[in-house]
């Protein structure tokens, strides 16, 4: 069964953290010094934050596949939505996923993935707070913009 997903950039985490855990009643399932994560069932959703997005507020919206096959069905579903679609694989916040972006016609990334491993560090490396948390790389014909910013993050960058 898929879930959504939402990550939103934020400038406290402990402040964000606190608000969230009481907002769901639960305490985050993943936490590091700049990201944290819930898995809910209810209502069923992936839901991070981060002070890595460079801006605060609404950095990309995702649906997770829980296999392979998951993810086929989502990559065509994002190919007949009708803008470019782009493949990646690789790390990605504190996991190794494979997944495909694409972008809505307000501006706003949208990640299909299935999340593989978790890893120890933010995109194997260990970046400063400035770093993007989106690994939306650029899609082009429309650019990937959210909240006026084009993505500039590329497969193998680093970044994802």
Partial sequence: ????????????????????????????????????????????????ISTRSGQVGLDHLGIQAEDAEELAELENRAKAAGTPVAAESGACCYMESDKYWTVDPAGIAWEQFHSLNAIPTFNRIEAKAKDSACCAPKVEKPRVVIKNRELSCKPGSGCC
């Fill in 1 to 48: 069964m898929k879930r959504l997903h939402i990550h939103i950039g934020v400038a406290d985490l402990d402040q964000a953290v606190a608000f969230y855990s009481g907002l769901f009643a639960s305490e985050p399932s993943v936490r590091h010094d700049d990201y944290a994560k819930w898995m809910l069932e209810d209502p069923r959703v992936n839901f991070a």
